[in-house]
């Protein structure tokens, strides 16, 4: 039987790979978004629900456009309730990598993702929360930098421990989880090697042909960025894709032109 699935933030990063991932394993899949009228901020179940009949299973891959703790934690109650009046079977959302540690407490946006969690969590159905690390392409997100001709590239990055992800074995993981019979509970996915990001922003432009140096800018007040604290648990779910295997598929090498 084909299964029908929404996904919420079917336009982001992860949300199209998660719609590409859902349709090579032959679901049938509703993109949602505000784009599409569906604006988890109008917070009106019934509204909501309308979108979402019909499908066995919903994946929240949305982010909080204003990244605020209480833009999340009512967007998620809103998407629980609506799932629960549509006859939704199984809710799947993505989350992030220790956020309830200690050390990164004072980041609002993680104190936003924890929200997120819990309001989900009070659904009527069944629900799946995949925590990642940081993907590879944070390489870019969170590091910017200056092209120095034949000197290469200087670049800032804060003073980071991760262990990075591709985004694609993310969306593979959140598409098998909507798929393969229901799940409750949370599990971990990480990356095949733990790093500093500046090692990560110097694989990316090395992989792309380009020497950069990168120099690191410690974060006071948050330091769960430094200490280890967004590295994942003996039990999670290791990828085995590699930053450099990432950089080809992605088509970013030097030698894919
Ligand atoms: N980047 C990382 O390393 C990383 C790691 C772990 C987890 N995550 C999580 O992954 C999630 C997705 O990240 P991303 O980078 O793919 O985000 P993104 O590219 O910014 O996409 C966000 C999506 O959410 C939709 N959206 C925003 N506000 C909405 C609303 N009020 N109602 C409905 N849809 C809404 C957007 O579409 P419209 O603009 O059309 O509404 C878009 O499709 C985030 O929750 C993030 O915390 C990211």
């Known amino acids: 039987m ?15 790979r998660v719609i590409r991932a859902l349709a090579a394993r032959g679901a049938s899949t509703v993109p949602l978004s505000r784009r599409s009228g569906f604006d988890l901020t109008r917070t009106d179940p019934d509204l ?39 006859g939704v079977r199984q809710l799947v959302a993505v989350s992030i990598v220790g956020i309830d540690r200690p050390g990164l407490r004072r980041m609002g946006y993680y104190q936003g993702k ?27 997100q969170a590091s910017a930098g200056v092209d120095l001709g034949r000197f290469g590239r200087l670049n800032l990055a804060p003073a980071m421990r991760m262990r990075p992800v591709s985004v694609d074995a993310v969306a593979e993981r959140l598409a098998r989880a909507a798929l393969d019979g229901l799940h409750q509970g949370r599990i971990e996915l990480a990356g095949p ?21 990168v120099a690191q800018l410690p974060i006071p007040g948050i330091p769960g960025f430094a200490d280890g604290s967004l590295l ?19 088509g970013l090498s030097q030698s894919a032109g």
């Open 48 to 86: 909501l629900a309308r979108d979402l009949a019909g499908c066995d299973a919903v994946i929240d891959c949305s982010d909080a456009a204003d990244r605020r703790p209480a833009t999340f934690e009512a967007s998620a109650a809103a998407l629980a309730m609506a799932a629960g009046r549509a």
């Open 114 to 140: 924890l929200a997120q969690e819990r309001a989900l969590a009070a659904a009527a159905m069944p629900v799946a929360i995949v925590r990642s690390t940081q993907w590879f392409g944070f390489a870019d």
């Open 193 to 213: 090697e733990p790093m500093r990001l500046a090692e990560l922003v110097r694989r990316v432009w090395r992989a792309r042909g380009v020497r950069a140096r």
């Open 232 to 250: 994942p648990g003996t039990r999670a779910e290791i990828d085995p894709t590699t930053v450099e295997a990432w950089v080809v598929a992605e």
């Open 2 to 16: 084909v299964q029908r699935v929404a996904v919420v933030g079917g336009s982001g990063r992860l949300g199209a």
